[in-house]
C-alpha cells in the first residue's frame, strides 16, 4: 500500500554513469471489500419468500441461518421460509480471493391466518352446480363446511375446497351456506356462498335462417324471451358475432308482471360481403347474477345481388373474315354493359356498387374449337343507384370460323350473373351458309332474338356438319336458348322471281328455360333464312320438344317464307348460283363430286300445303323443299 518509487541509471562500455537518473512514482492503493444490501424483505413480513439485492464487489458468497457459505448473485432469493427470525448473509470477494466482511440482514415471518372469500353463485332449477371455495394465503390450506344449505345439499367432491351444490326437488329461490379454510396454525374467518335458483329463461325466434342481397336490408326476425320466475323489464338479450350495421332491439316487454316476457327484432341493412354469418343469442333475466338461458343462433345468410346483363345493340352478330380464304377473323370488339336487377326484391332494398362486380367473357364455340380468350377488355362505370351500370369492352382478333356463345359472367365479392350473346366469324367464299344477326319478335310476347349458326357440307355434298344458336329474352325477363351442333340436312337456293338466295337446315338442339333453370335434349328445329344481299334478310325458326310439341317461345308461326322475321342488324350470308341439298347420312351412290350441283325443280318437290298440314309422308326426307317452291 501507499506510494512507490524508482529510479534508474544509463551506463556505457567505458563505464562512464548518466549524471541525471531516470524515475517513475505510482501508488497502489487496496480496496476494502465492503458490501452493501440494497432490497431486502420487510420486517416483520408475511411472505414465506424473501429476495435481496447487493453490491460492491465483482463475486459473492451468501449463507441463509447458518448455512455454510455459498457462491450467490444479486438478487439471491429464497422460498418456503418457516415462522420466525432468520440471518442472511452475504461477502464480497476480489480477484485474488480475498474475502471481505460479511453484511448481515436479520428478519422475522410471521404466519397470516387465511382469508376466505363470499361467493354468489347461480344454477337453474333441478340443475347441481360445482363450487370452488377460495381463501387466500401463503400456506396450504384445508376447508371445512360450517353451515349447511336449507334447501339443497352441499357437499365436497374434489378436495380440498371443490364442491357441488345440488337444489332439492323444484325449488327455486335463494340458498346458502358457510365455509372457513384453516392452515396449519389457524383458521380463516366464516365466508358465505350464497346460491341462486331460478328457472332458466327460454327464447323462441320467428325465423332461424335470414336470407337477404348483400346491399339489402334482412325481414327482421322477431325473438321472444319468456321466464317463469323472473318481470320481462329484467330479461335482456346479447347478442355475439352481430355484424354491423344490424342491430338487435328491444320492442316490449310486461314490465314487473311474473312470469316476464320481453320481444325483440333483429334487423338492419346487411351491406355485408357475401358470406354465412351466426349470430348467437343469450338470454338474462338480471336476478341473482347472470342466469342465462341456453344459445339460439340465428344464420344471416348474405347472398350476391341480382344482376342485368345487356349486350350492345351495336355488337356484330357476323364478322367476316379479312379476305376469301381466311380462317380466322379480324379484330373486332364486344361490349356489354351490367346492372343491378331491379326492381329489386327484399326488405328495405337498396341500390349496391356495381363497381365491385367482375365481369368476364369469352367466346365458346357451339361446333368444335376451344375457348376464345379476348385480347383485353376496360370498363367504365357510369350512372349512380339502380341506374349505375358497369360497360365491359372486350377485343378479340384471329378467332377462327364458327359460330360462338358470348358468354359474360358476373362475379366477384356480391354480385352474380350469367348470359350469353351470339357471334358468327364466317366467310361467304367458302360456299356455307353461315349468319348472326338480331331481329325483334313478332306478337305480344315481344323481345329481342340473337342468333348465329355456320354450316358446310363436305366435298362431295355429304356429312353437313355447323352449328346453331338461338337466344331470346322476352319482355317479362325471362329467357330461353337453343343450341346445337347436331344436324341433319341443308338445302340452299336462289328464289327466281326475286334474286334472292335462301336456305333451310334441321337438327337436334338443347333448349335452356330460365323459368325451371334447367336444359334439356331431344328437341328438333327447323331454320329458313333469306340473305337479299343487302336490307332485307329474313330468320324463320320452329322447335319442338322431345313429345313433338311446338315449343311457342322458340317458334315463329308458318308458312316460313311469309312469317320469317327481318333481321335488325348482322348478316345472313347464303351462296348465290347454286344449291346444296343432302341429308348428312352417306350415300355411295353420289355423283361426281366435282360435278356442279343442280338446282332441285320445283316440280318435284312436295306441295307447300303438305308442310302446313304436316302430312308426315311428303316431310320425312324433303322437309325443307317446300320452303324453296313460289
Known amino acids: 500500500n501507499g506510494v512507490n518509487h524508482f529510479e534508474g541509471r544509463a551506463v556505457d562500455d567505458q563505464g562512464y554513469v548518466a549524471l541525471t537518473p531516470a524515475s517513475e512514482d505510482w501508488t497502489i492503493a487496496v480496496t476494502t471489500l465492503q458490501v452493501t444490501i440494497t432490497d431486502m424483505p420487510g420486517n416483520p413480513t408475511f411472505s414465506r419468500a424473501a429476495a435481496f439485492g447487493f453490491t460492491g464487489a465483482n463475486s459473492y458468497e451468501c449463507s441463509l441461518d447458518g448455512v455454510a457459505y455459498a457462491a450467490c448473485g444479486s438478487p439471491q432469493t429464497y422460498s418456503g421460509l418457516s415462522d420466525g427470525l432468520h440471518t442472511f448473509l452475504v461477502r464480497g470477494l476480489d480477484g485474488s480471493g480475498n474475502k471481505g466482511a460479511a453484511t448481515r440482514f436479520v428478519w422475522q415471518v410471521q404466519n397470516q391466518l387465511p382469508v376466505a372469500s363470499d361467493q354468489l353463485i347461480t344454477t337453474f332449477r333441478d340443475t347441481p352446480v360445482a363450487i370452488t371455495l377460495t381463501a387466500e394465503d401463503s400456506d396450504d390450506l384445508t376447508y371445512r363446511l360450517v353451515d349447511l344449505p336449507v334447501n339443497g345439499v352441499v357437499g365436497f367432491t374434489t378436495p380440498p375446497n371443490g364442491v357441488t351444490y345440488s337444489p332439492d326437488s323444484g325449488f327455486a329461490g335463494v340458498d346458502s351456506f358457510t365455509f372457513e379454510a384453516l392452515d396449519a396454525v389457524g383458521k380463516s374467518n366464516l365466508a358465505t356462498v350464497t346460491v341462486v335458483t331460478n328457472f332458466e329463461p327460454t327464447i323462441t325466434t320467428g325465423a332461424a335462417v335470414a336470407t337477404v342481397q348483400y346491399s339489402d336490408g334482412i325481414t327482421p326476425v322477431t325473438i321472444t324471451i319468456d321466464?317463469?320466475?323472473?318481470?320481462?323489464?329484467?330479461?335482456?338479450?346479447?347478442?355475439?358475432?352481430?355484424?354491423?350495421?344490424?342491430?338487435?332491439?328491444?320492442?316490449?316487454?310486461?314490465?314487473?308482471?311474473?312470469?316476464?316476457?320481453?320481444?325483440?327484432?333483429?334487423?338492419?341493412?346487411?351491406?355485408l360481403v357475401v358470406g354465412t354469418y351466426v349470430v348467437t343469442l343469450v338470454a338474462d333475466d338480471?336476478?341473482?347474477?347472470?342466469?342465462?338461458?341456453?344459445?339460439?343462433?340465428?344464420?344471416?345468410?348474405?347472398?350476391?345481388?341480382?344482376?342485368m346483363v345487356r349486350f350492345h345493340g351495336g355488337n356484330p352478330r357476323a364478322v367476316q373474315v379479312q379476305q376469301a380464304g381466311d380462317v380466322n377473323s379480324g379484330p373486332f370488339n364486344l361490349r356489354v354493359d351490367v346492372k343491378e336487377l331491379y326492381p329489386d326484391s327484399g326488405t328495405s332494398v337498396l341500390a349496391g356498387d356495381i363497381s365491385q362486380a367482375n365481369v368476364s367473357m369469352q367466346l365458346v364455340p357451339i361446333g368444335p374449337g376451344g375457348s376464345v380468350a379476348p385480347t383485353g377488355c376496360t370498363t367504365e362505370l357510369h350512372d349512380v343507384d339502380y341506374n349505375a351500370r358497369l360497360t365491359l369492352t372486350c377485343g378479340f382478333d384471329v378467332v377462327a370460323i364458327n359460330t360462338y356463345a358470348v358468354e359474360v359472367t358476373v362475379g366477384g365479392m356480391n354480385y352474380a350473373g350469367y348470359d350469353e350473346d351470339v357471334v358468327t366469324i364466317y366467310d361467304p367464299a367458302r360456299g356455307f351458309t353461315t349468319g348472326g344477326s338480331t331481329l325483334n319478335w313478332p306478337g305480344a310476347s315481344g323481345g329481342e332474338v340473337s342468333f348465329g349458326f355456320g354450316m358446310e357440307y363436305n366435298k362431295k355434298g355429304k356429312n353437313?356438319?355447323?352449328?346453331?344458336m338461338v337466344k331470346r329474352q322476352l319482355d317479362d325477363g325471362s329467357v330461353f336458348r337453343l343450341k346445337s351442333n347436331?344436324?341433319?340436312?341443308?338445302?340452299?337456293?336462289t328464289d327466281q322471281s326475286s334474286g334472292f338466295s335462301w336456305a333451310t337446315f334441321s337438327g337436334k338442339a338443347n333448349v335452356y328455360s330460365s323459368a325451371t333453370d334447367s336444359t334439356e335434349g331431344n328437341y328438333t328445329f327447323i331454320v329458313y333464312v333469306e340473305d337479299h344481299g343487302a336490307a332485307g334478310d329474313t330468320f324463320w325458326l320452329q322447335v319442338k320438344n322431345k313429345d313433338g310439341a311446338v315449343v311457342d317461345q322458340l317458334s315463329l308461326a308458318e308458312p316460313a317464307a311469309s312469317n320469317a322475321a327481318v333481321i335488325t342488324s348482322g348478316d345472313i350470308v347464303v351462296p348465290a348460283g347454286q344449291v346444296r341439298s343432302a341429308d348428312s347420312g352417306d350415300d355411295s351412290t353420289a355423283d361426281d363430286p366435282n360435278a356442279p350441283l343442280q338446282e332441285t325443280p320445283a316440280e318435284e318437290s312436295p306441295a307447300v300445303e303438305d308442310e302446313a298440314t304436316g302430312n308426315d309422308e311428303a316431310t320425312e326426307h324433303a322437309i325443307f323443299l317446300p320452303l324453296v317452291q313460289r
Open 286 to 307: 338480471g336476478v341473482g347474477g347472470a342466469i342465462t338461458g341456453d344459445p339460439v343462433v340465428v344464420v344471416i345468410d348474405v347472398v350476391p345481388e341480382d344482376v
Open 227 to 271: 321466464d317463469l320466475d323472473s318481470p320481462g323489464n329484467t330479461l335482456t338479450l346479447v347478442a355475439s358475432n352481430l355484424p354491423e350495421p344490424l342491430t338487435l332491439t328491444r320492442v316490449t316487454d310486461n314490465g314487473d308482471a311474473i312470469p316476464g316476457q320481453s320481444v325483440w327484432t333483429l334487423a338492419g341493412t346487411a351491406d
Open 464 to 468: 353437313l356438319r355447323g352449328q346453331l
Open 486 to 493: 347436331a344436324l341433319d340436312a341443308l338445302a340452299l337456293g
